[in-house]
């Protein structure tokens, strides 16, 4: 697992690690398209991984994705579990506004895919790497779903790093292995 804050070297180091690791290198990416902004986002992850790794594009059930899709002799990079987290959210809330939302029945969905999740990366022969957002470092927020988020996320990441073989904090560039 690779945690630290936005823009602080996590996905480098994930694929650094991966690549390391094999020659191939799986690729599977939460994010969804929503604007233009986030075309662009997409599009520049693209086109910095190697040509030769091959990438899923999705955020459900990423425990079959990893039981049917990787190949042997490839190691994984899940870019990223904060994202995965935020997608399954509003997917499960729809149109309900953020002050209506039952966080606790919504967390119940996301961490049931964490629990598919680990139990898929348990049984895998290949290198996952896990990249997520620490997000718990700074003030409490002041929305209702800003809070939430945070806490859902604070709690898969503790699930995650305790599963995890490996923990590193990236901080401005820089990792620590944590454990």
């Not at 091959?54 to 994984?76: K, N």
């Not at 049931?112 to 139990?119: G, N």
Request: glycine share 6%.
């Amino acid at each position: 697992m690779i945690t630290g804050g936005a823009r602080s070297g996590k996905s480098s180091l994930a694929e650094r690690l991966a690549a390391q690791a094999c020659d191939r290198v799986f690729y599977i990416a939460t994010s969804v398209v929503t604007d233009t902004e986030m075309a662009e986002r997409v599009a520049l992850h693209r086109a910095t991984r190697p040509a030769h790794w091959r990438t899923w594009e999705g955020y459900r059930d990423l425990a079959a994705v990893l039981e049917q899709q990787v190949a042997g002799g490839e190691a994984v990079v899940l870019e990223c579990i904060t994202t995965l987290i935020t997608n399954l959210l509003f997917e499960q809330a729809g149109d309900t506004p953020p002050e209506q939302m039952d966080f606790t029945q919504l967390e119940v969905g996301v961490q049931q895919q964490i629990t598919d999740l680990l139990a898929a990366c348990a049984r895998s022969s290949a290198p996952i790497y896990l990249v997520t957002n620490e997000l718990g470092m700074g003030i409490v927020p002041e929305n209702r779903l800003a809070r939430h988020f945070r806490d859902i996320a604070g709690r898969v990441n503790q699930r995650l790093a305790a599963a995890a073989d490996e923990v590193f904090l990236v901080i401005s560039g820089i990792e620590v292995k944590i454990k």
